[in-house]
């Protein structure tokens, strides 16, 4: 009975539908493949370029760190303090000390002791003195990290009543990284025309303590040049090439660079390379596996067309057999009880233009069907009363089984209360006609409660409270017969309060 409520799907436009999908699913696999595969390129190539100013970066910055370890091993250094106690340097220790190698060993072209106003007192050019005035010019390039030195100086330095002490970390003696005392100032920038790094601090002894004389200090000014050699080192230990400075204006087109000191004006000059472009390996790697995928996809969405057809319209009635079993009941297929609660709905919202009758009926001595004949004959007898139930009520109204032996009907095609009282004392009479079962006759009951809407209640909440109250009268005044909510007297509707409390929990 209720597999006639389905239909066969027309096939022809579900399966035409089932082709066109897979042919667009098949095309944006294969444009996804190439979108991938392309993004793939652009971000390896954006990831290469990231890795290499990463690496150039960093590698400049301990460039940077390095001059400061090697200029601290002269400035952070008890020999050089005690040096300076005249403000100069003397020629026998420029000489035994200072020339050559700092040039030699550590690249420094420029080594320049003076205070913070930039008098000079002691410069070297290549590991050769020279004189004062010769520094002028390379200490007025980094004027600004002297005063940045000094006021890191000034701002570590404590007085305790006639001394000064430096308030900066103690150094670790035993550590294999060189001691830097951490009050330094440090810039990539041209001087003289060349990049270089310079780096500036003030002379301080190892112990941090200072006597009041010798409170204003004594800087050291250092320069070491990025020359073509060292940036050619940097290419071979990097793995980049084409590494050199230019100014920011006039870089080439395909280069990668980043910027390098504190000059961000667009003449500064930044370091700039030439990228390896990963994305082209990628996309040599990767094509021809996008190719056999691509084909692969054009062959699957093939085939599961074929093959999805066929099943298509099986699937498609299974689905609407759910559908409609999610609504009805699988024994009887009347409107279950999420059914019934829809159309009851539906009809309340135009209850004021279309009033209708709410009739419940509840079989009497269904139990005693079960008890004495078993669950078998129970059902037989609810599969005929319902189809009873249906033939009575035909498309005037629309009936329901809520649960056990309990039935509604919605019932709309009549304004006339004895209409409804016709259908409904119909059913009393449809339930009391015996079933046929094997021989033996079942007998049952029914007792009904009839309501209307508007009347009774313009919500389903008060509709059915009315109607089950109607339902419950019947039963107290002998079963087998039709209640209406108007034969509720004000004592009858207190009394069948509590059962009609008791249903809707139940």
Request: charged share 25%; proline share 4%; glycine share 6%.
């Amino acid at each position: 009975m209720i597999e006639e409520k389905f239909r066969q799907p027309k096939r022809n436009r579900a399966v035409w539908a089932i082709h066109a999908a897979c042919t667009l699913v098949a095309i944006l696999t294969i444009a996804s493949l190439i979108f991938v595969l392309n993004r793939s390129v652009v971000e390896a190539d954006r990831f290469g370029r990231s890795a290499e100013r990463r690496l150039v970066t960093n590698e400049l910055r301990h460039q940077m760190e390095a001059a400061v370890q090697f200029q601290a091993q002269v400035s952070f250094w008890d020999d050089t303090y005690d040096e300076l106690a005249t403000g100069r340097l003397s020629d026998a220790f420029v000489a035994e000390q200072l020339s050559g190698w700092l040039w030699e060993d550590y690249g420094f072209s420029w080594l320049i002791f003076g205070d913070a106003d930039g008098h000079v007192s002691t410069a070297l050019k290549d590991g050769l003195a020279i004189p004062a005035q010769a520094a002028e010019g390379p200490l007025r390039d980094v004027d600004d990290l002297l005063d940045e030195a000094r006021r890191r100086y000034d701002n570590a330095l404590r007085n305790n009543g006639g001394t000064y002490t430096l308030d900066i970390p103690q150094p670790n003696r035993q550590s294999v990284t060189p001691i830097v005392p951490g009050i330094h100032a440090v810039d990539m920038r041209e001087v003289q025309g060349q990049m270089s790094i310079a780096v500036v601090q003030a002379v301080i002894p190892e112990t941090l303590q200072l006597a009041a004389d010798r409170r204003k200090p004594v800087f050291m000014v250092s320069v070491r040049p990025l020359t073509a050699q060292s940036l050619r080192e940097i290419e071979a230990k990097l793995g980049v090439s084409g590494l050199a400075f230019v100014p920011l204006s006039q870089l080439p087109a395909d280069s990668v660079h980043v910027s390098v000191g504190r000059c961000l004006d667009a003449s500064c000059l930044v370091v700039a390379w030439t990228s390896k472009s990963p994305g082209g390996f990628v996309r040599a790697e990767i094509l021809p596996s996008v190719i056999a995928i691509a084909i692969l996809a054009m062959l699957l969405m093939a085939f599961v067309a074929l093959r999805f057809s066929s099943v298509f319209a099986a699937l498609q009635q299974s689905e609407a057999r759910n559908l409609y079993m999610a609504k009805h009941d699988r024994l009887t297929g009347l409107l279950n009880r999420s059914g019934f609660d829809d159309a009851l709905a539906a009809a309340l919202l135009d209850a004021k233009n279309r009033p209708f009758a709410l009739i419940l009926a509840d079989l009497d001595e269904f139990k005693a069907v079960n008890d004495r004949h078993g669950h078998a004959a129970g059902d037989a007898v609810l599969m005929a009363i319902a189809e009873r139930y249906r033939r009575r009520v035909g498309v005037r109204g629309t009936v329901a089984r809520l649960g056990g032996d309990e039935f509604a009907v919605i019932h709309r095609s009549s304004g006339k209360d004895a209409d409804v009282s016709a259908v409904a004392a119909g059913l009393v009479i449809d339930a009391q006609t015996p079933v046929e079962l094997e021989g033996q006759m079942l007998r049952v009951g029914s007792s009904v409660g009839l309501a209307f809407a508007p009347k009774h209640g313009s919500t389903a909440r008060a509709l059915l409270a009315a109607a089950d109250e109607a339902l419950y009268l019947a039963k107290k005044r002998g079963r087998n017969r039709v209640q209406t909510a108007d034969d509720l007297s004000p004592e009858d509707k207190v009394a069948l309060s509590a059962e009609v409390s008791r249903r809707h929990a139940g």
